[in-house]
């Protein structure tokens, strides 16, 4: 019953990043995942989910550019 759970929210994750890819929202949890991946070094820590959708909103808002870091 765990494991089909498990699977449940799993599913239910990807399903909600390929929606906010579509509608262009920021993906929190993408974002960690391509920054432990690439950016990741000890001592230093990703944004906090708060700075992460202030950093995003002001990405698409006022510079108006792309929302992506590399």
């Given at each position: 019953?765990?494991?089909?759970?498990r699977?449940?929210?799993?599913a239910l994750?990807?399903?909600?990043?390929?929606?906010?890819?579509i509608f262009?929202?920021?993906?929190?949890?993408?974002?960690l995942k391509?920054?432990?991946?690439?950016?990741g070094a000890?001592?230093?820590?990703?944004?906090?989910?708060?700075?992460?959708y202030?950093?995003?909103?002001?990405?698409?808002?006022?510079?108006?550019?792309v929302?992506r870091?590399?």
């Open positions: 019953m765990r494991r089909r759970w699977e449940m929210r799993k994750r990807r399903v909600s990043s390929a929606i906010k890819t262009g929202m920021p993906d929190y949890d993408r974002y391509h920054w432990y991946e690439t950016h000890p001592g230093i820590f990703p944004m906090t989910e708060r700075e992460y202030m950093y995003a909103l002001q990405e698409r808002f006022e510079k108006g550019g929302t870091c590399c």
